[in-house]
């Protein structure tokens, strides 16, 4: 029982090893190697469902151009790597890891308005009039609001992506109430 835990282990086999060590302390729960084992396998399980979900959800965040929350999750999932990974595990993670080394530069936007109508790019700027204003914006997904006194209010979901090439957006409210 206790060499086929270790050789699970040693393969990277975390649930198997768990159940063996399981089988083993319920046969001797006195053996100090199986409750070892059994708590050194359960670690790793554990830490195994971490990197995975972790994993999974970097790849979701990252399709939704969420990339800030991707490298989060990327992160979290790198602390908790186990040292055995399987194949297509590791083609995902090296796909996530070079998405997030081309969206990690800052892109360059421009925003166009009408000098009447109060912009903002929530959690970048308050509400401004303009006639033209360049930023510099990691890449993720904003939210552009334009307001102005007697038409309604514009609003546009920005999503700054390093690969497209031009980044100019019209904010002008035109529609009266």
Request: net charge positive; proline share 5%; with cysteine.
């Amino acid at each position: 029982m206790l060499a086929t835990g270790y050789d699970a282990l040693r393969a990277g086999s975390y649930e198997a090893a768990r159940a063996s060590y399981k089988e083993a302390v319920a046969l001797a729960p006195a053996s100090k190697e199986a409750r070892t084992g059994l708590e050194k396998a359960s670690s790793l399980y554990l830490a195994n469902i971490r990197y995975s979900q972790s994993v999974t959800s970097a790849a979701k965040y990252l399709e939704a151009g969420r990339f800030p929350l991707a490298a989060k999750f990327f992160n979290e999932a790198m602390s908790s790597r186990p040292s055995h990974v399987p194949p297509s595990q590791l083609a995902g993670e090296s796909r996530i890891r070079s998405e997030l080394a081309v969206q990690s530069r800052e892109v360059a936007i421009a925003i166009e308005s009408d000098k009447r109508t109060y912009v903002s790019l929530i959690g970048v700027f308050p509400p401004d009039r303009f006639k033209e204003k360049d930023l510099n914006l990691f890449p993720d997904v904003y939210k552009l609001k334009g307001t102005r006194k007697g038409y309604k209010d514009v609003e546009i979901e920005l999503k700054i992506d390093a690969r497209q090439k031009s980044h100019t957006f019209e904010v002008i409210c035109t529609e009266k109430r």
